[in-house]
């Protein structure tokens, strides 16, 4: 397994820097070919979704498709896949950020009863969260 940062997952699947894209796009296929696998881990996942809706500026729909098909792909290993599923799930539903999605979904894994917020998208759109 190897890890990967961001800026390799946003050159394969933008592929706005045509250098970077062809060696992003080649290194990721070359893995599948090896038999080997990508992690992504949640930093990098919550990074990938905040870069792609901001700079970017992809709407969420397709942003929400291209995630699944990341969360489905054989050749990356996502680290924590429940809790990203979970997230995505809220994320999708709901009009909320994904990385505060994921915090709940995180804190309620590890036990906690909620999350205390000043969010109010957080507090009130997921069932994670309390307003303080």
Known sequence: MI???TNVLVRYLVEDDPKQSAQASHWVDSIGHK???ILINQ??????????QGPY??????LVATLEK????KQF???SKDEIWQALS???SQAVDFADAL???KNQMAGCRTTVTFDQKAFKKLGTFTAL
């Not at 930093?43 to 792609?52: D, G, R, T």
């Not at 990341?70 to 792909?73: Q, V």
């Open 57 to 62: 500026q992809i709407d969420k729909k397709t």
């Open 77 to 79: 290993e996502i680290e």
């Open 90 to 92: 809220g994320f999708k």
């Open 3 to 5: 890890g990967v940062d």
């Open 35 to 37: 038999k080997e696998s």
């Open 43 to 52: 930093i990098v996942f919550c990074e990938l979704v905040w870069i792609l």
């Open 103 to 105: 915090i709940g979904v």
């Open 70 to 73: 990341i969360l489905l792909a």
